[in-house]
């Protein structure tokens, strides 16, 4: 098991009542599935006061990077201590 530093973002960070977390995980389906359990819910239990609906794991509406690779182009989804998984609010506007 690796351990892990989890940081979260702008509203993330607001509505997760926490900026970092240290999370011991076997790989990244593993730390993924631990975020979800402490932060999910009260994510969206915020997004829903404000009349946003998200469905899924926090993962699927979240801009989400190891190490600063974007997690939907990495390979080897085994994890070593010390990584950082970044969690961002999707970004938009113009």
Same mark, same amino acid.
């Given at each position: 098991m690796a351990k892990v530093t989890v940081r979260l973002y702008s509203l993330w960070q607001v509505y997760a009542g926490a900026a970092s977390t240290v999370f011991e995980a076997k790989d990244l389906e593993d730390l993924l599935e631990q975020v979800e359990q402490k932060f999910g819910s009260r994510i969206r239990e915020k997004l829903q006061a404000r009349k946003i609906d998200? +469905? *899924?794991? !926090?993962?699927?509406? +979240?801009? #989400? %990077?190891?190490?600063?690779?974007? !997690?939907?182009? #990495?390979?080897?989804? +085994?994890?070593? /201590?010390? /990584? #950082? %998984?970044?969690?961002? @609010? @999707?970004?938009? *506007?113009?």
């Open positions: 998200l +469905s *899924g794991r !926090i993962d699927e509406f +979240s801009l #989400v %990077l190891l190490n600063g690779t974007n !997690i939907k182009q #990495v390979n080897d989804t +085994s994890l070593k /201590d010390g /990584d #950082v %998984l970044h969690i961002m @609010p @999707p970004l938009a *506007g113009g």
